[in-house]
Protein backbone atom coordinates (compact mmCIF):
# COMPACT_ATOMS: atom_id res chain seq x y z
CA UNK A 1 0.00 0.00 0.00
CA UNK A 2 1.51 3.61 -0.68
CA UNK A 3 0.37 6.40 0.72
CA UNK A 4 1.99 9.38 -0.92
CA UNK A 5 4.17 10.14 -4.33
CA UNK A 6 6.70 12.19 -4.54
CA UNK A 7 8.43 13.79 -7.72
CA UNK A 8 11.39 15.85 -9.24
CA UNK A 9 10.50 18.65 -11.34
CA UNK A 10 13.30 18.92 -13.61
CA UNK A 11 13.98 15.67 -16.14
CA UNK A 12 11.09 14.05 -14.56
CA UNK A 13 7.91 15.57 -13.96
CA UNK A 14 8.63 17.89 -16.98
CA UNK A 15 9.05 17.25 -20.40
CA UNK A 16 12.60 18.73 -21.75
CA UNK A 17 10.27 21.89 -23.50
CA UNK A 18 9.11 22.20 -19.44
CA UNK A 19 5.50 21.18 -20.12
CA UNK A 20 3.73 18.27 -18.19
CA UNK A 21 2.47 15.69 -20.88
CA UNK A 22 -1.28 14.89 -20.05
CA UNK A 23 -0.73 11.11 -19.17
CA UNK A 24 1.11 12.60 -16.31
CA UNK A 25 -1.42 15.07 -15.23
CA UNK A 26 -4.05 12.22 -15.51
CA UNK A 27 -1.95 9.64 -13.33
CA UNK A 28 -1.25 11.80 -10.47
CA UNK A 29 -5.27 13.31 -10.85
CA UNK A 30 -6.07 9.57 -10.33
CA UNK A 31 -3.83 8.79 -7.22
CA UNK A 32 -5.11 12.06 -5.74
CA UNK A 33 -8.72 10.40 -6.11
CA UNK A 34 -7.52 6.68 -4.87
CA UNK A 35 -6.47 9.19 -1.84
CA UNK A 36 -2.34 9.40 -1.73
CA UNK A 37 -1.09 12.72 -1.37
CA UNK A 38 0.95 14.31 -4.18
CA UNK A 39 4.05 16.48 -3.86
CA UNK A 40 7.08 18.25 -5.31
CA UNK A 41 10.50 17.47 -3.86
CA UNK A 42 13.18 19.67 -5.82
CA UNK A 43 16.00 21.80 -6.12
CA UNK A 44 13.97 24.62 -7.34
CA UNK A 45 12.95 27.64 -4.93
CA UNK A 46 9.46 27.48 -3.64
CA UNK A 47 7.69 30.45 -5.82
CA UNK A 48 8.73 27.97 -8.60
CA UNK A 49 7.14 25.07 -6.84
CA UNK A 50 4.30 27.32 -6.67
CA UNK A 51 3.95 27.44 -10.57
CA UNK A 52 4.33 23.53 -11.41
CA UNK A 53 1.79 23.37 -8.97
CA UNK A 54 -0.75 25.15 -10.64
CA UNK A 55 0.25 23.28 -14.04
CA UNK A 56 -0.84 20.53 -12.34
CA UNK A 57 -4.23 21.26 -11.46
CA UNK A 58 -3.86 19.71 -8.12
CA UNK A 59 -2.70 20.67 -4.37
CA UNK A 60 0.50 19.25 -3.50
CA UNK A 61 2.80 19.19 -0.68
CA UNK A 62 5.63 21.42 -2.08
CA UNK A 63 9.52 20.59 -1.00
CA UNK A 64 12.24 23.15 -2.30
CA UNK A 65 15.66 23.41 -2.43
CA UNK A 66 16.10 19.61 -1.74
CA UNK A 67 14.29 19.44 1.76
CA UNK A 68 15.55 23.04 3.43
CA UNK A 69 11.74 24.14 2.87
CA UNK A 70 8.63 22.27 3.17
CA UNK A 71 5.37 23.39 3.02
CA UNK A 72 1.93 21.37 3.81
CA UNK A 73 -1.16 22.85 3.43
CA UNK A 74 -0.45 26.59 3.06
CA UNK A 75 1.93 26.01 6.13
CA UNK A 76 5.72 26.14 6.35
CA UNK A 77 6.37 23.01 8.20
CA UNK A 78 10.33 23.20 7.49
CA UNK A 79 12.92 26.00 7.40
CA UNK A 80 16.71 25.73 6.82
CA UNK A 81 18.98 28.71 5.59
CA UNK A 82 22.49 28.53 4.18
CA UNK A 83 24.81 29.56 6.92
CA UNK A 84 26.29 33.16 6.21
CA UNK A 85 30.03 31.75 6.36
CA UNK A 86 29.63 29.26 3.73
CA UNK A 87 27.35 31.86 1.69
CA UNK A 88 30.20 34.03 1.73
CA UNK A 89 33.01 31.26 1.46
CA UNK A 90 31.44 29.99 -1.77
CA UNK A 91 30.62 33.33 -3.22
CA UNK A 92 34.30 34.24 -3.18
CA UNK A 93 35.58 31.32 -4.44
CA UNK A 94 33.67 31.12 -7.36
CA UNK A 95 33.32 34.65 -8.68
CA UNK A 96 34.91 35.36 -11.69
CA UNK A 97 35.32 31.33 -12.25
CA UNK A 98 31.48 30.04 -13.29
CA UNK A 99 29.61 32.09 -15.57
CA UNK A 100 26.40 32.37 -13.43
CA UNK A 101 26.14 32.57 -9.39
CA UNK A 102 22.43 32.57 -8.60
CA UNK A 103 21.44 33.14 -4.87
CA UNK A 104 17.56 31.60 -4.22
CA UNK A 105 15.42 32.71 -1.12
CA UNK A 106 11.90 30.92 -1.24
CA UNK A 107 10.10 33.46 -3.13
CA UNK A 108 13.01 35.31 -5.60
CA UNK A 109 16.12 35.30 -7.19
CA UNK A 110 19.35 37.36 -6.97
CA UNK A 111 21.92 36.63 -10.30
CA UNK A 112 24.78 37.67 -11.25
CA UNK A 113 25.65 36.08 -14.71
CA UNK A 114 26.13 37.10 -18.72
CA UNK A 115 23.50 37.94 -21.27
CA UNK A 116 23.23 34.43 -21.66
CA UNK A 117 22.73 32.69 -18.16
CA UNK A 118 20.14 35.92 -17.46
CA UNK A 119 18.06 34.91 -20.20
CA UNK A 120 18.18 31.42 -19.32
CA UNK A 121 17.21 31.51 -15.94
CA UNK A 122 14.54 33.69 -16.89
CA UNK A 123 13.30 31.07 -19.75
CA UNK A 124 13.46 27.86 -17.05
CA UNK A 125 11.91 30.01 -13.97
CA UNK A 126 9.48 31.76 -15.75
CA UNK A 127 10.41 35.16 -14.18
CA UNK A 128 13.56 37.76 -14.04
CA UNK A 129 15.54 37.75 -11.13
CA UNK A 130 17.05 40.58 -9.33
CA UNK A 131 20.95 41.33 -11.38
CA UNK A 132 23.28 42.27 -8.82
CA UNK A 133 26.76 41.50 -7.62
CA UNK A 134 26.39 38.55 -4.72
CA UNK A 135 29.22 39.37 -2.88
CA UNK A 136 27.86 41.49 0.03
CA UNK A 137 25.67 38.93 1.63
CA UNK A 138 23.35 41.78 3.47
CA UNK A 139 22.98 43.22 0.77
CA UNK A 140 21.65 39.71 -1.38
CA UNK A 141 18.88 39.69 1.37
CA UNK A 142 17.92 42.77 1.56
CA UNK A 143 17.36 42.88 -2.39
CA UNK A 144 15.82 39.04 -2.31
CA UNK A 145 13.45 40.15 0.78
CA UNK A 146 15.47 37.36 2.69
CA UNK A 147 18.31 35.49 3.57
CA UNK A 148 19.37 32.85 0.76
CA UNK A 149 18.31 28.78 1.06
CA UNK A 150 20.99 28.23 -1.60
CA UNK A 151 23.28 29.14 -3.85
CA UNK A 152 24.15 27.53 -7.35
CA UNK A 153 26.58 27.77 -10.01
CA UNK A 154 26.25 27.23 -13.70
CA UNK A 155 28.46 27.18 -16.44
CA UNK A 156 28.53 24.93 -19.88
CA UNK A 157 31.82 23.51 -19.51
CA UNK A 158 31.65 20.66 -17.85
CA UNK A 159 34.87 19.81 -16.75
CA UNK A 160 35.03 23.25 -15.31
CA UNK A 161 32.53 22.77 -13.11
CA UNK A 162 33.55 19.43 -12.03
CA UNK A 163 36.77 20.60 -11.03
CA UNK A 164 35.01 23.60 -8.96
CA UNK A 165 32.39 21.16 -7.39
CA UNK A 166 34.78 19.11 -5.98
CA UNK A 167 37.27 22.28 -4.75
CA UNK A 168 34.54 23.76 -3.28
CA UNK A 169 33.79 20.35 -1.38
CA UNK A 170 37.00 20.90 0.81
CA UNK A 171 36.60 24.56 1.10
CA UNK A 172 33.37 24.51 3.25
CA UNK A 173 33.83 21.04 4.70
CA UNK A 174 31.15 20.61 7.31
CA UNK A 175 29.68 23.92 6.64
CA UNK A 176 27.00 23.06 3.77
CA UNK A 177 26.07 20.50 1.46
CA UNK A 178 27.62 20.64 -2.38
CA UNK A 179 26.76 18.60 -5.24
CA UNK A 180 25.60 18.41 -8.91
CA UNK A 181 22.14 18.08 -10.36
CA UNK A 182 23.03 18.26 -13.33
CA UNK A 183 26.45 18.39 -15.40
CA UNK A 184 26.77 22.01 -15.72
CA UNK A 185 25.73 23.46 -12.58
CA UNK A 186 27.01 23.38 -8.62
CA UNK A 187 24.34 23.26 -5.94
CA UNK A 188 25.54 24.35 -2.53
CA UNK A 189 22.72 23.69 0.49
CA UNK A 190 22.80 23.98 4.39
CA UNK A 191 24.37 20.96 5.85
CA UNK A 192 22.53 17.80 6.10
CA UNK A 193 19.95 18.72 4.08
CA UNK A 194 19.40 16.52 1.22
CA UNK A 195 16.01 14.93 -0.52
CA UNK A 196 16.71 11.68 1.41
CA UNK A 197 16.21 13.29 5.00
CA UNK A 198 13.53 15.32 3.53
CA UNK A 199 11.40 12.41 3.24
CA UNK A 200 12.17 11.53 6.61
CA UNK A 201 11.02 14.63 7.65
CA UNK A 202 7.37 14.01 5.93
CA UNK A 203 7.36 10.43 7.52
CA UNK A 204 7.97 11.91 10.92
CA UNK A 205 5.50 15.18 10.39
CA UNK A 206 2.76 12.90 8.90
CA UNK A 207 3.09 9.82 10.24
CA UNK A 208 3.53 7.90 6.68
CA UNK A 209 5.78 4.70 6.99
CA UNK A 210 8.96 5.38 4.78
CA UNK A 211 7.83 2.13 2.93
CA UNK A 212 4.42 3.37 1.39
CA UNK A 213 6.53 6.26 -0.24
CA UNK A 214 7.08 6.35 -4.09
CA UNK A 215 9.34 9.08 -5.48
CA UNK A 216 10.50 9.89 -8.89
CA UNK A 217 13.86 11.84 -9.82
CA UNK A 218 16.38 11.19 -12.47
CA UNK A 219 19.32 12.77 -11.16
CA UNK A 220 22.25 12.02 -8.23
CA UNK A 221 20.54 14.80 -6.09
CA UNK A 222 17.45 12.35 -6.56
CA UNK A 223 19.65 9.60 -5.02
CA UNK A 224 18.86 9.57 -1.24
CA UNK A 225 14.76 9.88 -1.92
CA UNK A 226 15.52 7.47 -4.18
CA UNK A 227 17.09 4.50 -1.89
CA UNK A 228 14.73 6.20 1.26
CA UNK A 229 11.16 5.77 -0.39
CA UNK A 230 9.80 2.16 -0.30
CA UNK A 231 9.41 2.73 -3.83
CA UNK A 232 12.20 4.18 -5.86
CA UNK A 233 11.37 4.83 -9.81
CA UNK A 234 14.55 6.40 -11.58
CA UNK A 235 13.46 7.58 -15.38
CA UNK A 236 14.95 6.26 -18.48
CA UNK A 237 16.59 9.69 -18.95
CA UNK A 238 18.28 9.60 -15.21
CA UNK A 239 21.88 9.22 -14.65
CA UNK A 240 23.70 6.00 -14.10
CA UNK A 241 24.10 6.91 -10.21
CA UNK A 242 19.86 7.12 -9.93
CA UNK A 243 19.55 4.28 -11.80
CA UNK A 244 21.44 2.14 -9.55
CA UNK A 245 19.89 3.79 -6.87
CA UNK A 246 15.91 2.83 -7.92
CA UNK A 247 13.52 -0.24 -7.23
CA UNK A 248 12.41 0.63 -10.85
CA UNK A 249 13.47 2.47 -14.12
CA UNK A 250 10.30 3.45 -15.89
CA UNK A 251 10.20 5.18 -18.90
CA UNK A 252 12.11 9.21 -19.83
CA UNK A 253 10.37 12.00 -18.76
CA UNK A 254 9.68 12.98 -22.34
CA UNK A 255 7.41 9.66 -22.65
CA UNK A 256 5.33 10.15 -19.39
CA UNK A 257 8.03 7.59 -17.22
CA UNK A 258 5.52 8.70 -14.32
CA UNK A 259 1.94 7.56 -15.58
CA UNK A 260 3.49 4.47 -17.12
CA UNK A 261 4.83 3.70 -13.41
CA UNK A 262 1.96 4.32 -11.49
CA UNK A 263 -0.21 1.84 -14.30
CA UNK A 264 2.75 -0.97 -13.61
CA UNK A 265 2.32 0.17 -9.69
CA UNK A 266 -1.33 -0.37 -9.62
CA UNK A 267 -2.35 3.10 -9.41
Known amino acids: MYSIILTDIDGTLLHDDLTIGKDTISALARATEKGLLTALCSGRYMKSLDAIERMTGLKMMKIAFNGALIEHNGKLIRDVRLSREAFIKAIEFLKGKASALIAFTPDSYAIMADDFW ?72 PKNID ?62 GIDKALKKLGI
Request: charged fraction near 25%.
Open 118 to 189: LEEQDRILGEPGIAMDLSDYDEVARAAGSVPCKLLAKDNDTAKIRKLRDELINILGNEAEVFSSYPNNIEII
Open 195 to 256: KGTALEAVSELLSIPLSEMIAFGDWDNDIGMLRTAGMGVCMANGSEGAKRAANMITASNNDD
